[in-house]
């Protein structure tokens, strides 16, 4: 038995920037926050020639180009899986489409499990990389590169997206008072909403390649909105990240008309009038989890339990894909 979890992730700013769409024209940059919240693969060795699969739904098949999660298909051919005993089991602490970037977490955890099974080591950049591919190239989604590659290291990291495809990756460099201020004062929220967002990043995958100017200067934007994130954290100030992440949803919200409802920004606006500095919706939008930024967050949490939002807790993860048994 093989059991492997990967963390779900926090976008502090730069979302966006990590499409292929977009940086290999301008270069992309993003801050985001691993937490203690993990999609979870297990892999068992079967006593019978065939394969079982496990998800919301279960599969019983006897090779991978049979199986129709197209993400374990992928990733048993990548890895030339073929008389295959196994069986692949996958359960998450938060619920698929809420913005926390599950899908790359689930292929890291899974590419980690079958290298595993196969007595390989994978280094967290080849990880992420094989996550990027399997989604990107091999699937065609309009997804970016942040999930996989915070899902692999872990921690708090700044990612540079380059224009030959690459990517460089650095931890934040923050004191231990400054990381202490920043995870006591974040409060996250669930929304109730679930969504696909293929709808909104294929919407801006398409206005990217066009080069359309509202978008691109939208994108710009944000690029140097995640630059200010890193720099405030850096100088040990995560009360003007508070501030910064308010003038972020200002200008992501624009981005599509589907980035928000009527219902959101009413919770938003709560959130603010309750005494937070600032705070976005994660992930690509249109439902998911708000995040915000409050020093009085009895106030806050007390306000938006009476408007009808569930708060999750959470703390930073450090340890990235790993196998914990």
Same mark, same amino acid.
């Given at each position: =038995?093989? !059991?492997? %979890?990967s963390?779900?992730r ?13 940086y290999?024209?301008?270069g ?7 937490? /203690?919240?993990?999609?979870y ?19 019983h098949?006897?090779?991978? *180009? +049979?199986?129709?999660?197209? !993400?374990? %298909? ?5 890895? *030339?899986?073929?008389? !295959? ?8 602490? !938060? ?7 599950s $899908?790359? $977490?689930?292929?890291t ?11 390989n ?7 992420? +990389? ?8 091999l ?23 380059l ?34 967002? $293929?709808?909104?990043?294929?919407d801006? *995958? ?5 080069? /359309?100017? @509202? ?7 944000i690029? +140097?909105?995640? @630059? ?5 954290l850096?100088?040990?100030?995560? *009360? ?18 589907? =980035? ?19 705070g976005?919706?994660?992930g ?19 306000a ?22």
């Amino acid at each position: =038995m093989i !059991i492997v %979890r990967s963390p779900l992730r926090l976008s502090f700013g730069g979302g966006g920037t990590d499409l292929p769409s977009y940086y290999k024209s301008f270069g992309g940059f993003l801050v985001a926050a691993a937490i /203690d919240k993990y999609v979870y693969v297990a892999l068992h060795q079967t006593f019978e020639r065939e394969l079982i699969v496990k998800y919301s739904q279960m599969e019983h098949v006897q090779t991978p *180009d +049979e199986v129709r999660h197209p !993400i374990i %298909r992928e990733a048993l051919k990548l890895l *030339d899986f073929k008389d !295959i005993h196994l069986e692949i089991v996958s359960m998450a602490d !938060i619920p698929a489409g809420t913005g926390l970037g599950s $899908s790359g $977490s689930f292929t890291t955890a899974l590419l980690k499990g079958l290298h595993a099974y196969k007595k390989n080591l994978i280094h967290p950049q080849e990880l992420a +990389e094989q996550a990027c591919h399997i989604e990107i190239d091999l699937l065609g989604e309009p997804v970016g590169k942040q999930d996989q590659y915070i899902a692999a290291y872990g921690g708090l990291t700044c990612f540079d997206f380059l224009p030959d495809g690459s990517v460089q990756s650095r931890p934040l460099r923050i004191t231990p008072e400054t990381q202490h201020n920043l995870e006591d004062n974040l409060v996250l929220f669930f929304t109730g909403y679930s969504r696909n967002s $293929s709808t909104i990043l294929k919407d801006q *995958d398409e206005k990217s390649k066009v080069q /359309d100017k @509202k978008m691109l200067e939208n994108i710009h934007n944000i690029k +140097e909105l995640g @630059k200010k994130v890193c720099s405030s954290l850096e100088a040990g100030d995560p *009360d003007a990240f508070g501030k910064l992440m308010h003038e972020h949803w200002l200008i992501k919200k624009v981005r599509s008309p589907s =980035m928000t409802s009527g219902e959101i920004d009413k919770w938003y606006d709560l959130g603010i009038k309750s005494g937070a500095l600032g705070g976005k919706l994660i992930g690509a939008g249109g439902g998911g989890f708000l995040l915000f930024y409050a020093h009085d967050k009895a106030k806050l949490r007390k306000a938006m339990s009476k408007a009808g939002l569930k708060e999750v807790r959470f703390r930073f993860d450090f340890e990235g894909t790993k196998i914990v048994v």
